[in-house]
């Protein structure tokens, strides 16, 4: 235990440090891709460790059961003989199995995909393979399957970089300040610690950054699986031209033309995984249809521009 002179300039240290938490959060490993498929730099922050991944997960399985009884209670959750359920999960069969080339754990968790029928545009997968996606999703934007992968896709591959699990320890960072800084520097353990009071995992707000990793990842998984990443170009140009600033979807999945172009400077890496799990070259690859006329284009990119902060709404 230091001296009080060496105290008090350890604890001022560490509330500047959580005065500067951008800077904090740009300590980052570098974390191995696999071999093949889409080029993205995966960066784990280290203020993610200070909430243990166990946490996280029990967190999601509590969250995810009290969603689903909500929806129960409201007979909004659809029944297992519910065409579109068994759409989600024949499609889920396929994505799943693509997961553990980017997180082994992935292969141990205990998967649910269930269908909320909502107006609302939206879906996600929590930690730990929980997921659900709103009927407003699939009805609003006529998604094909293809489109649909891109979507599952892109929530489980959040849920597979664990941008839950940075954005609920940055949260109780905010939340307990200097206390928690002292986790980082090794003075204690938050593994019994419950952040329900803090961070609501489906709430959560992702950075550009990880929407930008979610996209990429997503892609890969689905071309892998057997569908068309040509779909994750059309599927954002819907979310942008289709949906209203208001909706939930468009409102933490920004769709404008960077977005698109990120996308399309990767498809290079994909096609290639989408024609083998097809078993055909690429010049024999079936024409991408988007099941909507009249796309167009789509906006120009508005919010955050700091790639490391939580988009705003």
């Excluded at 909430?51 to 659809?78: F, G, N, S, W």
């Excluded at 929590?126 to 649909?148: I, N, R």
């Excluded at 950054?209 to 892609?219: N, R, V």
């Amino acid at each position: 235990m230091p001296g009080r002179p060496g105290w008090l300039a350890w604890l001022a240290w560490s509330c500047a440090a959580c005065a500067c938490l951008p800077a904090i959060a740009q300590e980052v490993a570098v974390v191995a891709a696999p071999d093949d498929g889409v080029r993205v730099e995966r960066r784990y922050s280290r203020v993610r460790t200070i909430v243990p991944m166990e946490v996280i997960d029990q967190q999601a399985a509590r969250e995810y059961e009290q969603i689903k009884q909500e929806a129960i209670a409201k007979h909004t959750l659809a029944g297992d003989d519910n065409p579109q359920v068994k759409r989600l999960r024949e499609i889920g069969i396929r994505l799943l199995p693509e997961t553990v080339l980017w997180n082994p754990r992935a292969g141990r968790w205990a998967w649910e995909i269930n269908l909320i029928e909502s107006k609302l545009v939206n879906a996600f997968c929590m930690p730990g393979g929980k997921m659900a996606v709103y009927s407003g999703l699939l009805d609003q934007l006529k998604l094909t399957d293809d489109e649909v992968a891109m979507v599952m896709g892109h929530e489980i591959a959040h849920a597979l970089e664990e941008h839950a699990r940075q954005r609920a320890a940055q949260s109780e960072i905010s939340n307990l300040g200097a206390n928690v800084v002292s986790q980082l520097t090794g003075f204690g353990n938050l593994g019994n610690f419950d952040i329900g009071n803090n961070a609501r995992l489906v709430s959560l707000r992702f950075s550009r950054l990880e929407e930008t990793e979610a996209d990429l990842i997503g892609m890969d998984i689905a071309a892998r699986a057997g569908y068309d990443p040509r779909a994750a170009v059309t599927l954002w140009r819907k979310m942008g031209t289709v949906l209203e600033m208001g909706d939930e979807f468009k409102s933490t999945h920004p769709s404008g033309r960077s977005r698109i172009a990120v996308l399309e400077a990767h498809m290079a890496e994909v096609m290639p995984l989408y024609a083998k799990a097809m078993n055909m070259p690429m010049e024999k690859l079936p024409a991408h249809t988007p099941n909507m006329a009249n796309l167009g284009g789509a906006p120009v990119d508005a919010g955050d521009e700091d790639s490391q902060r939580p988009l705003k709404k």
